[in-house]
């Protein structure tokens, strides 16, 4: 066994989005191929060791094309982020297969998207 090959990565955020609802400062791991092994939120999960922090929101389970599918959400911005993305991502799945994306430039206070939203892609998807 190579001991230098992590079993899992790391992420922070903001925001993780799940059907259930938003959590707030999440730290997620995530096996190599995609799977979210595991969520907890923590106070300062922009500080943790061997942890990637991204600002904004982690949604995953997004549609591997994840630019058509955000652009779509952009077309319906004057909708809450969370419906629209409720919409989006089947909530049997919402953990595991698509991509894991996380979406900046955010209105946090009622979680739209603004005209400076952009996604990045963190982890592509497992086809769903």
Do not use: K
């Amino acid at each position: 066994m190579n001991s230098s090959v992590q079993p899992f990565r790391r992420i922070a955020s903001n925001r993780l989005w799940t059907p259930a609802g938003v959590v707030r400062d999440p730290v997620v791991e995530v096996a190599p191929d995609g799977r979210i092994l595991r969520v907890a939120s923590h106070p300062d999960p922009d500080r943790l060791p061997l942890t990637e922090f991204y600002a904004g929101l982690l949604v995953p389970a997004f549609p591997d094309d994840y630019r058509a599918a955000f652009a779509a959400l952009l077309a319906q911005r004057e909708r809450p982020l969370e419906e629209l993305l409720a919409a989006l991502i089947p909530s049997d799945g919402a953990l595991c297969g698509g991509a894991l994306v996380v979406i900046s430039g955010l209105d946090y206070a009622p979680l739209r998207l603004t005209d400076r939203a952009q996604i990045r892609l963190l982890v592509a998807g497992r086809g769903r």
